[in-house]
């Protein structure tokens, strides 16, 4: 039997599944996020008690290790893989405390303070990189199933006398998500006025023939573009 496909064209599906949200503090990003149809929140700094979203709380007290938040990612991520569920949407904020939480694993796992003190060259930040690397891939292959949003925090920066908006998650991890996403919206607030805008996209979701395939929810918060 051939391993190969078909010599033959494709049907293409150019929905967009995973959506990476950026901002500052109070910008509307979480907000944006919970227009998403039936979301689930998992959460790591505290938001999921201003929202109705039903979520689960990466940094409650009672998760005490870093061991036991891990698990707890994984095996959310796994369970909504595996079984039926009625949500659509998964919901990631922050990113970068994740991060954190794959880093705070390895750094309790081997009983230091830094990574540059775990034994063997370079070993702590390869095994951050791998759990990190983990989270992404899980996220992406959730997309099969959901609609994927990550949240991250961004600063803007001058750089070469230019503004640049920037992820306040590890760069080589930004790229690696950016990577895997299908837009990237920007949140802002001026005075008493929110601003949601993408600046980057696969395709161009203004096409008419491409929004009948996306759900009016999900129209309304990518409408606007930079």
Known sequence: MSLLPKNEPTQIDLTPKMFVIGGPAMSGKTFNAC???NPILINTDGNCSKVTTPSIYLNDKKYKTYKEKMELLFGVLKE???TETSYQ?????????IFDICEGYVLEKYKVDNLSKVPGYATGYTERKVNMQNVITALKTLTNKYYVVVITHTVDKVIDDKMVTISMLKEDFYILLEGKADLVLNCKKLGNTYITKMSKYRNNYKDAEIQKSIKKEILEV????E
């Not at 949407?89 to 405390?97: R, S």
């Not at 990518?222 to 573009?225: A, F, G, R, S, T």
């Open 89 to 97: 949407t998964i919901v990631i904020d922050l990113i970068e405390d």
């Open 80 to 82: 909504l893989n595996e």
């Open 222 to 225: 990518i409408k606007d573009y």
């Open 35 to 37: 227009k998403f149809p």
